[in-house]
């Protein structure tokens, strides 16, 4: 069952990312295998952008919308991420150790041996995404708190008991 729930959802983003339209005003840019430390990309508007390899310790994507981007292996240790839109994105493989994603949205994300060590998930949604079991299992031990921007309980996004 998880299986073809995990290639279901590769199919669908593989299909997104090849058919959906780009925002006029988005900025789709690669900054994969990049070196970003403490940069600053917050209100940016990085509707599918690429980001994989890429080092972003301590960046700022504080309101960005990254929807449809690749985050794959990337490193986002210490990173502001509140209220980023990672919608539909690749987050595989990503370190997310002692990032803020609180009021995030994480729908329909796939974030595979994706690592979350002292990450606030306070009010993310990640309605949908995909993930190990182990990760899910560690999440639910510290969700808590509504996305204020979908109204959905992290819990229950997570599909906690």
């Known amino acids: 069952m998880a299986f073809l729930r995990l290639a279901i959802m590769t199919i669908f983003m593989l299909a997104y990312l090849l058919t959906s339209p780009i925002n006029a005003q988005a900025e789709t840019l690669s900054f994969s295998h990049a070196q970003l430390k403490n940069r600053d990309f917050s209100g940016r508007d990085l509707v599918g952008s690429g980001f994989a390899n890429a080092n972003m310790?301590?960046?700022n994507f504080e309101n960005a919308d990254v929807r449809g981007a690749?985050?794959?292996?990337?490193?986002?240790?210490?990173?502001n991420l509140k209220g980023t839109n990672f919608s539909s994105g690749l987050l595989d493989q990503a370190d997310f150790a002692k990032a803020d994603l609180s009021d995030a949205l994480l729908?329909?994300?796939?974030?595979?041996?994706?690592?979350?060590?002292?990450?606030?998930?306070?009010?993310?949604?990640?309605?949908?995404?995909?993930?190990?079991?182990?990760?899910?299992?560690?999440?639910?031990?510290?969700?808590k708190g509504t996305n204020s921007k979908t109204g959905v309980e992290t819990r229950v996004s997570l599909e906690c008991d």
Do not use: H, P
Request: include cysteine; proline fraction near 0%; aromatic fraction near 10%.
């Open 57 to 59: 310790e301590g960046a």
């Open 70 to 79: 690749v985050f794959s292996a990337s490193i986002l240790r210490n990173a």
């Open 107 to 143: 729908v329909e994300t796939i974030l595979l041996r994706s690592t979350f060590d002292f990450v606030n998930i306070d009010g993310a949604d990640f309605t949908d995404a995909i993930m190990d079991g182990g990760q899910r299992k560690w999440l639910c031990t510290k969700a």
